[in-house]
């Protein structure tokens, strides 16, 4: 006698759901590109928790301020290469679908005497709107994109954005804000430096400086000077100079409670070189605090290897070998003046800052508008 078959035998087995992740919806899907002096970065980003989810991203160096120094204007050559890079993020934005974006240009575009003839050539060539943002603003994106690496035993902070064309510096008490609440009081600044009375505890901004020096401008300064350590010293001697009208520089500041926080490639690919990394890995440099003798035996080093030496290293490479020179004698000359012997690496800028922004301003974050 043939075996009885079960109920169901030869149905077809219920599909499994695939694990793959569902693609994001684009109506929550967020954009920020950051045009500097020498890079164009993009970040593509969707909401989740109190911060956001990188869904796609792009960074080339484009030396956009390439000749600037001299000449004031920005040459055929970078806005060609510039806007090269920038079709790459249009057609990342229009396969991502995204509809809420933040597009700015920074120093270069400040400073030069053709950047809105360079700005109707990238709507015309791209369909991308860039906008010039004035070094308040991108000094205030720098530092609420730091927000989370701020310490809650923090009372005095100092934020340091190394750009391409120029430095930020923000020195902001939070003595008198709860120390659980000082990370989001810093974030409440992207209202401004100088918000309207807040229920909140608020964050003050003591001083804050826009130095018209960052690595690709302070390196063209002093481009005739062949000698290494001599160009070095200079360029550390020179920046130093520029910090004279920031208010806190006058006085002795207590160094209990103090936190300087440098946001940058220099300051990055330092911590990288300090830790040996073969490959750079975000998750081992971002919120890195290194001491002053650490961030000076990395600098020497740089020194000892020379510009061919540089070039070879891979965590420098050929394009940075002079950047990363004038970037370490911003550093050398900031951890000189503050008092400090510890500095916070921060793999974050301008993009999350832009990022932050924009959510925290929709209330999509957890935490809801800051």
Same mark, same amino acid.
């Given at each position: 006698?043939?075996?009885?078959?079960?109920?169901?035998?030869?149905?077809?087995?219920? /599909? *499994?759901? #695939?694990? $793959? @992740?569902?693609?994001?919806?684009?109506? &929550?899907?967020?954009?920020?590109? =950051?045009? +500097?002096?020498?890079?164009?970065?993009?970040?593509?980003?969707?909401?989740?928790?109190?911060?956001?989810?990188?869904?796609d991203?792009?960074?080339?160096?484009?030396?956009l301020?390439?000749?600037?120094?001299?000449?004031?204007?920005?040459?055929?050559?970078?806005?060609?290469?510039?806007?090269?890079?920038?079709?790459?993020?249009?057609?990342k934005?229009?396969?991502?679908?995204?509809?809420?974006?933040?597009?700015?240009?920074?120093?270069?575009?400040?400073?030069?005497?053709?950047?809105?003839?360079?700005?109707?050539?990238?709507?015309?060539?791209?369909?991308?709107?860039?906008?010039?943002?004035?070094?308040?603003?991108?000094?205030?994106? /720098? *530092?609420? #994109?730091? $927000? @989370?690496?701020?310490?809650?035993?923090? &009372?005095?902070?100092?934020?340091? =954005?190394? +750009?391409?064309?120029?430095?930020?510096?923000?020195?902001?008490?939070?003595?008198?804000?709860?120390?659980?609440?000082?990370?989001?009081?810093i974030?409440?600044?992207?209202?401004?430096?100088?918000?309207?009375?807040?229920?909140?505890?608020?964050?003050?901004?003591?001083?804050?400086?826009?130095?018209?020096?960052?690595v690709?401008?302070?390196?063209?300064?002093?481009?005739?000077?062949?000698?290494?350590?001599a160009?070095?010293a200079?360029?550390?001697?020179?920046?130093?100079?520029?910090?004279?009208?920031?208010?806190?520089?006058?006085?002795?500041?207590?160094?209990?409670?103090?936190?300087?926080?440098?946001?940058?490639?220099?300051?990055?690919? *330092?911590?990288?070189?300090?830790?040996?990394?073969?490959?750079y890995?975000?998750?081992?440099?971002?919120?890195?605090?290194?001491?002053?003798?650490?961030?000076?035996?990395?600098?020497?080093n740089?020194?000892?290897?020379?510009?061919?030496?540089?070039?070879?290293?891979?965590?420098?490479?050929?394009?940075?070998?002079?950047?990363?020179?004038?970037?370490?004698?911003?550093?050398?000359?900031?951890?000189?003046?503050?008092?400090?012997?510890?500095?916070?690496?921060?793999?974050?800028?301008?993009?999350?800052?832009?990022?932050?922004?924009?959510?925290?301003?929709?209330?999509?974050?957890?935490?809801?508008?800051?």
């Amino acid at each position: 006698m043939a075996p009885k078959r079960p109920n169901g035998a030869g149905a077809f087995p219920i /599909a *499994v759901e #695939s694990p $793959a @992740p569902k693609p994001p919806d684009p109506a &929550e899907l967020y954009a920020a590109l =950051d045009l +500097g002096t020498n890079s164009c970065r993009m970040l593509v980003a969707q909401p989740k928790g109190s911060g956001f989810h990188v869904v796609d991203s792009f960074s080339k160096s484009v030396q956009l301020g390439s000749g600037l120094e001299r000449t004031g204007r920005l040459s055929r050559s970078s806005m060609a290469r510039t806007v090269q890079a920038l079709r790459i993020c249009q057609q990342k934005l229009k396969r991502n679908k995204v509809l809420r974006m933040r597009l700015v240009t920074t120093e270069a575009c400040r400073r030069a005497k053709n950047s809105r003839e360079f700005i109707r050539q990238v709507r015309r060539e791209t369909g991308l709107s860039l906008e010039v943002i004035q070094p308040e603003e991108e000094a205030r994106l /720098a *530092v609420i #994109s730091c $927000a @989370p690496l701020v310490s809650t035993k923090t &009372e005095q902070l100092l934020v340091v =954005d190394i +750009g391409g064309g120029s430095t930020e510096l923000v020195w902001i008490d939070i003595s008198s804000v709860p120390r659980r609440d000082r990370p989001k009081a810093i974030m409440r600044l992207h209202a401004g430096f100088h918000p309207p009375e807040s229920p909140f505890p608020a964050a003050k901004v003591v001083d804050w400086i826009s130095v018209p020096l960052g690595v690709a401008t302070l390196r063209d300064q002093f481009s005739d000077v062949d000698d290494d350590s001599a160009r070095f010293a200079l360029m550390s001697w020179f920046f130093e100079e520029n910090l004279a009208e920031f208010a806190p520089y006058k006085d002795i500041q207590a160094r209990e409670g103090f936190q300087i926080i440098g946001t940058s490639g220099t300051v990055t690919t *330092v911590a990288a070189s300090h830790l040996g990394l073969k490959r750079y890995d975000r998750t081992k440099v971002d919120g890195l605090r290194m001491t002053s003798d650490q961030i000076d035996k990395v600098i020497r080093n740089y020194l000892d290897l020379g510009p061919v030496g540089r070039r070879k290293d891979p965590r420098i490479g050929e394009d940075r070998q002079a950047l990363i020179m004038s970037g370490s004698a911003i550093l050398q000359a900031l951890l000189r003046c503050w008092p400090t012997d510890r500095l916070s690496v921060a793999d974050r800028g301008l993009r999350e800052g832009l990022l932050y922004a924009q959510m925290s301003a929709d209330g999509v974050l957890e935490d809801g508008p800051f």
